[in-house]
């Protein structure tokens, strides 16, 4: 069994920041648990905005606070993202989040992230493995 917090994981090596600036993110279960997801808390920043494509992932995100716009790049259709709202990357769309009012939302990524990943210039995250 593995208890541990959000809070517990601040400032170590699972609380990522962007190289973008545009997020942070607390990943509290990640590959190395080896139960086939990862889970994180994630917040993105009122006045920005990401573009991302999970090419390599499926990513359920559910908003707990805060106002995001999503756009699916591939079909030009936006959402409003408030409190209580889940969004699934089921077809590894391509999306874009604008964020109204800084976004806090938990994720769950199928195959599970390792902590290192970060978005490259087509908004993917790599596929990495955990080092045997």
Do not use: Q
């Not at 139960?35 to 090419?55: I, K, Q």
């Not at 604008?98 to 490259?120: A, M, Q, S, Y």
Request: hydrophobic share 35%.
């Amino acid at each position: 069994m593995i208890v541990r917090s959000f809070k517990e994981i601040e400032g170590t090596d699972r609380h990522v920041k962007s190289a973008s600036g545009t997020w942070e993110s607390k990943r509290i279960v990640l590959a190395k648990e080896k139960v086939g997801f990862s889970l994180h808390e994630t917040v993105l920043y009122a006045g920005t905005e990401t573009s991302m494509w999970y090419a390599n992932h499926i990513e359920a995100v559910v908003c707990v606070e805060g106002e995001a716009e999503l756009t699916d790049r591939e079909t030009g259709k936006s959402y409003t993202i408030t409190p209580g709202t889940m969004y699934l990357l089921d077809g590894h769309e391509k999306h874009t989040l604008r964020i109204k009012k800084d976004f806090r939302c938990l994720c769950v990524f199928n195959p599970p992230v390792t902590g290192r990943e970060d978005h490259d210039e087509n908004g993917v995250y790599p596929l990495l493995t955990e080092e045997v």
